[in-house]
C-alpha cells in the first residue's frame, strides 16, 4: 500500500485558542509547535508510511515539517480545512497514493503501533478506518481508501458525518479503537487529562530532534 499521511496545521500562533484560560499566547504556541514535532516524529518511524504532506500557511510549521522530511504545501485565501484536506489529497494522488491518513497535529500520545493498526485494518480497497476522540464525536484519524472516496467533513460531529459518508460510498467502515488517539489537547481538561498521564507514568511528548526522530 502506497499511504501518504496529511497533516493540516494551523499557524502557530493562532493555535490552541481555546486554552486561553489555562496558557498564555506564547505557551500556546510552544504547546502547538512540540505536538507537531512528536506527531511528525512518530510518523516518520512508521515504515508502512509513503510519504507526509504538511498543509498549513505558518511557514515556521512549513520549516520544521521539511526538517523531518516531509513535503509541503503553503495555503493561502481563506483557510477551510475540508477544501485545503481536498487539495492535499489530490496532490498526493498525483504521486501515486493509494491511500490517505489524516493526522491533526496535537496527539501527545499517538505511537507508530496506532498508524501501523489503522493501515493494517484497511488492506482491502474501499476501506475508511476511522479512530475518534473521548466523546465520539470528533474524528482524530481517517485513513480512506482509495484518496477521495468520501469528502471530508472536519468539524462538531465529524465522527457521525465522516461513517454516514464512507457507508454511502459502500465502503467498508472500520472504527480503530484507542485510548492513545482519543486524545488530543483542545480543551483545559484535555491538558488537565493529558498532565494526569504524565504524572501516572505515561510517555511524554517526544521532544527529539529531527535525526534523532528517524532513528529505529
Known amino acids: 500500500m502506497n499511504l501518504w499521511v496529511i497533516i493540516p496545521v494551523k499557524p502557530f500562533v493562532r493555535a490552541k485558542s481555546r486554552l486561553s484560560a489555562a496558557l498564555t499566547p506564547a505557551e500556546r504556541s510552544e504547546l502547538a509547535e512540540r505536538l507537531l514535532r512528536h506527531v511528525l516524529?512518530?510518523?516518520?518511524?512508521?515504515?508502512?508510511?509513503?510519504?507526509?504532506?504538511?498543509i498549513s500557511r505558518d511557514s515556521k510549521v512549513l520549516a520544521i515539517a521539511r526538517d523531518f522530511?516531509?513535503?509541503t504545501v503553503a495555503e493561502?485565501?481563506?483557510p477551510e480545512l475540508n477544501s485545503a484536506l481536498?487539495?492535499?489529497t489530490q496532490v498526493v494522488s498525483i504521486w501515486r497514493a493509494d491511500a490517505v491518513l489524516v493526522?491533526?497535529?496535537d496527539l501527545p500520545l499517538i505511537s507508530p503501533e496506532d498508524i501501523a493498526a489503522m493501515i493494517e485494518l484497511a488492506r482491502s480497497s474501499q476501506t475508511v478506518v476511522i479512530a475518534t476522540d473521548a466523546n465520539q464525536d470528533g474524528t482524530n484519524a481517517l485513513?480512506?481508501?482509495?484518496?477521495?472516496l468520501i469528502?471530508?467533513?472536519?468539524?462538531?460531529?465529524?465522527?457521525?458525518r465522516h461513517t454516514r459518508l464512507a457507508q454511502d460510498a459502500r465502503a467498508t467502515v472500520k472504527l480503530y479503537q484507542s485510548d492513545?488517539?482519543?486524545?488530543?489537547?483542545d480543551l483545559p481538561e484535555d491538558l488537565q487529562r493529558y498532565r494526569r498521564l504524565l504524572e501516572s507514568g505515561e510517555p511524554s511528548l517526544s521532544l527529539a530532534a529531527p535525526d534523532s526522530a528517524a532513528d529505529g
Open 86 to 88: 481536498m487539495r492535499a
Open 151 to 160: 469528502p471530508y467533513a472536519y468539524g462538531e460531529g465529524s465522527y457521525e
Open 180 to 185: 492513545r488517539l482519543a486524545l488530543d489537547i
Open 41 to 54: 516524529g512518530v510518523v516518520r518511524q512508521t515504515p508502512q508510511v509513503a510519504g507526509t504532506l504538511v
Open 103 to 105: 493526522l491533526p497535529a
Open 76 to 78: 493561502s485565501g481563506t
Open 69 to 71: 522530511g516531509a513535503n
Open 143 to 148: 485513513l480512506i481508501r482509495p484518496p477521495g
